[in-house]
């Protein structure tokens, strides 16, 4: 069965789905859709996206694996920065750019993605700085472009009368984009919340309540 023809609009399967049409990951897993979940959450070399609310997951397309593969490059090298050139011939990204005419022009583009923690500068991929990054996504993540589309975070500012989401819950719904690891505990999220209060304090169009 070709389970990606019966993915929906978004390119998400429902895990259970995934695991009636896969009968070998069924037994692999004892049928634990938390099994599944837990496992793509917490791998920072899985293929696939959660979506953890919706209990779906969907793989990766080529610029979300490009962005992954260059983070975990990027973090790895001497000052965290490295040349495009040498991402753009390594092993891993050549097999995810077969067929590409024009490799280095695709990596820029998806480094440019408001998700990337890395950006493009002349010959070289550095870490973007953490700070701009966290601004940049919350930013992002608020647009009125963005809340049409995402209906559980418009439902949460529906919530409140004065349109406030606690920093925790954003962090711990939306770690993934920015470019946080999975984050395990009260402590790990409060760190993280706390994080991005600070980013956000230069930001001109998101307030943080202290």
Known sequence: TDVS?????DGYMPIPKLLRLAPELQRETFGSTRLIATAVENSSSALMRLD????RVRMMSTPELLRQQAATCVAAAPGHS???A?????ESVRQALVGCTNPELTIRKAMEHDESSVVVLGPHLQRR???AHLRRVA???FSAAHLAEDLRLASKLAE?????????????RYYERF??????GASAVERAAAELAEALQTSRTLAVDA
Do not use: N
């Not at 953890?52 to 209990?55: L, N």
């Not at 409140?160 to 962090?171: K, Y």
């Open 129 to 131: 700085p953490r700070t």
């Open 52 to 55: 953890k609310a919706r209990r």
């Open 86 to 90: 040498a991402f753009a011939t390594s």
């Open 139 to 141: 930013e992002d993540l």
């Open 160 to 172: 409140s009368a004065s349109g406030e989401v606690p920093l925790t819950w954003l962090c711990s």
């Open 179 to 184: 470019g946080l690891p999975p984050l395990e």
């Open 82 to 84: 490295m040349l495009l």
């Open 5 to 9: 023809k019966k993915a929906d609009r």
